[in-house]
């Protein structure tokens, strides 16, 4: 089960995730109620949270996290998981989402990371993406 391996694989590593969200945005409520659920199960789970409609350096922030993961596409939520992301949120994406987490807090992931395999996520969706107008200064 999920909260096990959560439980077996999460003590050695402090590895954080990120969370990029808009304050008046209804996905990124249900995926921040997700998370929480997340973190009841782990509580070694560190989930940072960047709100970036009115905060500009978080949305900075998130900008440079878009253009190291290659992302073209504008919206949150934007969920980042090492060098995986999630792009929008449906209630669907809950288990690929766990199982990026627990893949990512692996500590195979920092013993041997010759022999996990190397790929990006890429989960965009039309529907859950609340896009929202570019402030450039």
Do not use: W
């Not at 008046?24 to 409609?53: G, M, N, Q, T």
């Not at 905060?55 to 073209?72: A, P």
């Not at 992931?109 to 859950?128: A, F, G, N, Q, W």
């Amino acid at each position: 089960s999920f909260l096990s391996l959560f439980t077996l694989n999460v003590s050695a590593k402090d590895d954080s995730i990120q969370l990029y969200y808009g304050y008046s945005c209804p996905h990124c409520r249900k995926e921040k109620v997700f998370l929480a659920e997340l973190k009841e199960k782990c509580d070694s789970l560190v989930i940072e949270e960047y709100e970036v409609y009115k905060n500009r350096d978080n949305e900075s922030k998130m900008l440079d996290e878009k253009e190291r993961l290659g992302v073209k596409q504008n919206g949150v939520p934007f969920l980042v998981i090492g060098d995986d992301y999630v792009l929008g949120y449906m209630e669907e994406y809950n288990e690929k989402i766990e199982n990026l987490i627990v893949e990512y807090l692996s500590p195979l992931k920092t013993t041997t990371p010759d022999m996990l395999p190397v790929s990006k996520t890429y989960i965009v969706s039309e529907y859950p993406v609340i896009s929202y107008p570019l402030i450039l200064v």
